[in-house]
């Protein structure tokens, strides 16, 4: 069953204008609860805007997000999402991170806005064009599924890919996000980022960002009563907010093909974003407006990140040393 739901969000859009506020209050939270890996860095997070989160992202936006490449023979197609936590490090789900259909994974994109354009330029604040950097394209040097995933319950649905080369901070094409590590976190503004689409209109040439709201496990399996659903190690599910699903519009409405990997983050600390999970899987193409997503939360795995991480330090540490 879950394999179905899987194969469902494989590739897993719209345009209102949802202006709202992050309301720091209901989620704020101390800071020892999230931070960054040990880079050594704590500039994770920052948002280059101050308010809104309007459903077409906007350039600099989501510096942290990294598009896969799947090469064939001499074809790379860029899909799905992942994150980067770590100059060496962009963690998404095995989903992603096992996928042959377009070919071998080979490159991660970082960097990326606007996927048909070379350089992503955007008007800001209706001041002059703005320029981003040219993209960073990395070889991968390896995959890291997590040990105890579980393709039939899809459980540690989480995998680390480490890049060749390392990325380039600069702060603001090109930054980590924050990890969530508070299990109990419980936060009612949720957003997902993803470039995504349905069939006819295809994946989103920039990464669309929607208002979503956790629900109970009950509610979840009420919402999919042909599957079922089996959420352990913290797994949740999230549906649409309600402000995207009260259109008529259909051209308008959101559909998560393409959205494996995805994002799911809150505002923290006035304005940082941080990670609370990744879009493990959903319901099957086209999907229900109502129908729920399944998440991996990231707390869990915190310490299994941080391992191979500072493991790896060591190792570079060693042979720099001999
Ligand atoms: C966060 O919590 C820790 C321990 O609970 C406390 O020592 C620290 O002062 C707090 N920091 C802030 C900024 O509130
Ligand atoms: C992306 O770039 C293409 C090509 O320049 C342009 O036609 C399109 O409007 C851009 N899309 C967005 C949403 O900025
Ligand atoms: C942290 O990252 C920023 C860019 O995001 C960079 O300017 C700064 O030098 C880094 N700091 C350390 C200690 O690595």
Redesign the pocket.
Known sequence: MVRTLTGALLLIAASFVAGCCANSDQIGR????SETLPTGNESCGHRYYESDFPIDSRLYEHPWLALFGYKQKDIVSYVFQGLLIHPKYVLTTVFVAQFRDLGQLTYVRIGEHNTSTVIDCEKQHSKEETCAPVVQTIHIDEVIVHPDYNMFRQTNDVALIKLRLPATFDGISVAPICLNRDSDMQSSFLLLTSWCGRRETGLSLIPKQYFMKAITPFECQRLMPHHTISLASEMFCIVFDERHTQSNDVEQEPNLRGGSGAPIYTVHEGNRILLIGLLSYGPRYPAKLHEPYIITPVAPFYNWFSEIIEGDLEKSMYTTST
């Open positions: 101390n800071s020892s609860n």
